[in-house]
Nanobody, 121 residues
């Protein structure tokens, strides 16, 4: 089995910053893409940012220039640096990873439990 554990959420004022981390552990052979999603109350879950195992990244238009996704392959960890936060960034943020487990021939998408980010004065 594989577990994704997020950390770093919290309450921050508009214009502030936060750094989210997500560490994958368990019976991991390889991790392909990793990503951050978010879900605000009453809205669908949306992709915030993604990163391939080679380091290529993509971002939602709403966060371009403010958020940066990165990963440490040696630690099976993905990060999301969030700067210039806005009230509309308030949501539960979920980590996602495309993982091949030991002995498996294909990957499977795993999700973290989510971490709350609240941007408010």
């Amino acid at each position: 089995q594989v577990q994704l554990v997020e950390s770093g959420g919290g309450l921050v004022q508009p214009g502030g910053l936060l750094r989210l981390s997500c560490a994958a552990s368990g019976s991991i052979s390889r991790i392909f893409g990793m990503a951050w999603y978010r879900q605000a109350p009453g809205k669908q879950r949306e992709l915030v940012a993604g990163i391939t195992s080679g380091g290529s990244t993509n971002y939602a238009d709403s966060v371009k220039g403010r958020f940066t996704i990165s990963r440490d392959n040696a630690k099976n960890t993905v990060y999301l640096q969030m700067n210039s936060l806005k009230a509309e960034d308030t949501a539960v943020y979920y980590c996602n990873a495309d993982v091949v487990t030991m002995g498996a021939s294909w990957s499977y998408a795993y999700w973290g439990q989510g971490t709350q980010v609240t941007v408010s004065s």
